[in-house]
């Protein structure tokens, strides 16, 4: 039983392009929750403690640090313009005190470390209060500087700079489970990065042909496993994805494994190659499964079976007889992404209107619910929704027509060990929680 | 751009009107091709990758826009149609055209 928790940016329709949302993220322990958008902009909330009085309900999500991670740039000599826009963060685990992310746009990768200062150090001999310098003449006595409590600080700062090794535009990072590597994916390209050494990387996978006339398929999306150091997969856009072993040799062009559901080819149409193309894959916790989403379902993959996934869940089946308004307005080529929750056992998805879905991979029942501002007292339990292919439309349903395709949610976070989840509506974030009790 | 009436159904024609009843999506496929009769044969092919590719690009001579101007001396150059995608032809960029490319100095209503 789903429930509003919070909603946060602004309330009103005339969104501002940099304001659109363009990734959301829990760190490892969820109690950060980072947000990037198309102004290029990083804003991170933290979970406050949990009261114990309150305990109806866990922490809420409130605005920790803000930064401008991108700027826009122009590539004189390729007369290319570079966006700002975030396109993935990815955050390390943490080590120390300071919290460490990566954020990326098209062509730069970023390392932000994220400290807070509680304390500063008064009482200097040299120096006054206000920082000017004493005249070391009238300085009679000596005293020791101390450390004095102040309103909490929260400073993001750029510790690593990434840049220069993607001709064509970034869709994935991440980052290995040896804390000490980290791959970056483009269209054609998969680079692999030490986050201490900037001014130098190592090209993977490279499915660039020879003659960019014969180009058939480009990459996706990319993730290490989450436990093997040694492996990745990423994702086509006509619908395979790749198994890769770093240990079998340096250019992983040829794959260990590859994962293609056979498809039955009198019913092939237009469409269904655009349609096949994987938008986002994500390895489960476990490491044991992973799971990749196309325009019209979701499908979740056992490694070691290749020949086809294990389970399907369609996400707005319904779409299939609109393709070619869809293909028309675009909104065919819309990347939605996919998320587990902590226990591997619930999937979640976005769709059009401002829905979004889950699948529960034990009792095989599924959801779909709406982010919107209508039901946004805490603690209210969200209506299931319920969409209406074609004939004769129950109460409360709605019809495939009425469907807002300009409100879609394409990036949606679960909390790695709480029923708590983060959806990203165009340009609002919506935090709900499992009901308690 | 209004749709173009098929003609006399040929074999090829009766079998995808019979498939429109069993599969929505090649139902789907002949609407779009009735409307856009010359729609490429390799759908997801060369022609979409490469425009995915090439996002970003925007063309600005400055030697092609000095020049014009000097021809030009007080005239306005020709401007661009307000709906481009794309510059092309005679048209030269001005930076009045160019959407301007500017940091947020906002912060984010998400921190409001």
């Known amino acids: 039983m789903w429930c509003f928790s919070q909603v946060k940016g602004a309330v009103d329709d005339d969104v501002a392009e940099a304001d659109i949302i363009s990734t959301v993220e829990f760190n490892h322990s969820g109690e950060l929750l980072a947000t990037g958008d198309k102004g290029g902009r990083v804003v991170i909330f933290q979970q406050e403690q949990e009261n114990k009085i309150q305990s109806h309900s866990r922490g809420e999500y409130n605005v920790y640090s803000t930064f401008q991670s991108h700027e826009p740039e122009f590539d004189y000599l390729k007369s290319l313009e570079i966006e700002e826009k975030i396109n993935k963060i990815r955050w390390l685990p943490q080590k120390n005190a300071a919290q460490f992310l990566l954020s990326t746009n098209d062509k730069t990768i970023k390392l932000w470390k994220i400290s807070e200062r509680d304390k500063r150090p008064e009482g200097y001999n040299l120096k006054e209060e206000d920082g000017r310098y004493r005249d070391p003449t009238t300085v009679t006595t000596l005293r020791v500087p101390v450390f004095r409590p102040m309103d909490l600080m929260v400073e993001a700062s750029p510790r690593r700079i990434f840049a220069n090794a993607h001709t064509y535009h970034i869709n994935s990072i991440s980052i290995n489970s040896d804390y000490e590597t980290y791959l970056s994916a483009d269209d054609l390209r998969i680079n692999l990065w030490h986050l201490e050494i900037t001014d130098r990387s190592f090209n993977i996978v490279d499915i660039k042909p020879a003659n960019m006339e014969e180009l058939t398929e480009v990459i996706t999306a990319a993730e290490f496993h989450p436990n093997s150091c040694n492996t990745f997969v990423y994702s086509s856009s006509k619908g395979t994805i790749r198994l890769c072993d770093m240990r079998a040799s340096a250019l992983c062009d040829r794959h260990s494994k590859l994962f293609e559901e056979p498809e039955d080819p009198s019913n092939r149409s237009f469409f269904s190659e655009i349609i096949s193309s994987i938008s986002d894959v994500k390895f489960s916790h476990s490491g044991r499964y992973m799971m990749t989403r196309d325009y019209l379902s979701v499908k979740i993959w056992d490694l070691n079976m290749e020949n086809r996934p294990v389970e399907t869940y369609q996400v707005h089946e319904y779409l299939r007889s609109k393709l070619c308004s869809l293909y028309e307005n675009d909104c065919i080529f819309d990347k939605f992404e996919c998320c587990w929750n902590g226990s591997d056992s619930v999937v979640m998805t976005g769709s059009y209107n401002n829905f979004f879905r889950m699948f529960d991979r034990n009792t095989k029942r599924d959801i779909t619910l709406e982010a919107s501002r209508e039901n946004n007292k805490p603690r209210t339990v969200l209506k299931p929704r319920k969409v209406c292919a074609s004939g004769k439309r129950k109460k409360d349903e709605i019809s495939v027509d009425s469907l807002d395709f300009n409100k879609k949610i394409l990036h949606t976070a679960w909390h790695p060990k709480e029923n708590i989840i983060a959806v990203a509506t165009t340009n609002n974030l919506y935090i709900f929680q499992d009901k308690v009790n | ?112």
């Open chain 2, 1 to 112: 751009m209004s749709a173009e009436v098929p003609e006399a159904a040929s074999a090829e024609e009766q079998k995808e009107m019979e498939d429109k009843v069993t599969s929505p999506e090649k139902a789907e496929e002949a609407k779009l091709k009735a409307r856009y009769p010359h729609l490429g044969q390799k759908p997801g092919g060369s022609d979409f990758l490469r425009k995915r590719l090439q996002k970003g690009q925007k063309y600005f001579d400055s030697g092609d826009y000095n020049m014009a101007k000097a021809k030009m001396k007080n005239k306005q150059l020709p401007a661009a149609a307000p709906d481009k995608t794309e510059v092309t032809g005679d048209h030269i960029p001005t930076p009045q055209d160019l959407p301007q490319r500017k940091p947020s100095l906002v912060t984010s209503k998400l921190a409001g």
